[in-house]
């Protein structure tokens, strides 16, 4: 009787300790990781004004913002963690995401430059995101010698990436270097071969080539 008794209050005592267990609260990042972006921005945001130091709260609530297309909020709450560490590389990340899809380039290029300084020599998997976003941005404002520079960088370090590729053949149409615009267009044709951007980017810059003096 006493053995059956002490069974039952030690299954009783496991199911406790189980169900406790199952309740611990997730951390923010757990709950970014499962879709929960707004319980998971709550919990940092009460994180945050306990700790303000723990800089960890101000990239996932950034990441949370990313994925709700929230990006003024984004860029917000980032500023808020570079004022407690400039050189965070994640908080600059998320920075150029906020300002590149809100469409502020300036501050694009801005952001790039501090990512380009802190990062040092790590090869973060990042680095060619960063090149094609500053390189897009320098487009959308009409840079495109600064363009060119940057999206060759991009290209060198992710080579044959369809989207690198395309937008160089169009940097160089744009600066009216029609053979290496040729040359970047049949390479971006190979790689995406039903393109429309890459076919009638070859045909047009092939049509310019051939009415250009010999």
Not at 61 to 79: A, K, P
């Amino acid at each position: 009787m006493n053995r059956v008794v002490f069974v039952f209050c030690f299954l009783f005592l496991y199911i406790g300790l189980s169900a406790q267990t199952n309740t611990t609260p997730q951390t923010a990042r757990e709950l970014y990781y499962a879709g929960k972006y707004n319980e998971a921005i709550t919990l940092a945001e009460t994180q945050r004004r306990a700790n303000p130091e723990n800089i960890d709260n101000y990239i996932v609530m950034g990441w949370c913002y990313s994925r709700l297309g929230d990006y003024r909020n984004m860029v917000t709450i980032t500023q808020q963690g570079l004022r407690i560490q400039g050189a965070n590389i994640w908080l600059l990340i998320n920075q150029i995401e906020a300002y590149f899809y809100l469409k502020d380039y300036n501050s694009v290029v801005v952001a790039c430059e501090r990512y380009f300084k802190y990062r040092g020599n790590s090869t973060d998997k990042y680095l060619p995101v960063a090149y094609y976003n500053l390189g897009l941005s320098f487009y959308y404002m009409r840079a495109y010698y600064k363009a060119d520079i940057t999206l060759s960088a991009a290209n060198s370090v992710s080579p044959r990436d369809y989207k690198n590729v395309i937008l160089l053949a169009e940097i160089k149409e744009a600066l009216a270097d029609y053979k290496k615009s040729a040359e970047f267009f049949t390479i971006a044709k190979e790689i995406q071969p039903a393109s429309t951007r890459a076919i009638d980017g070859l045909a047009r810059v092939t049509e310019k080539l051939s009415s250009e003096p010999k």
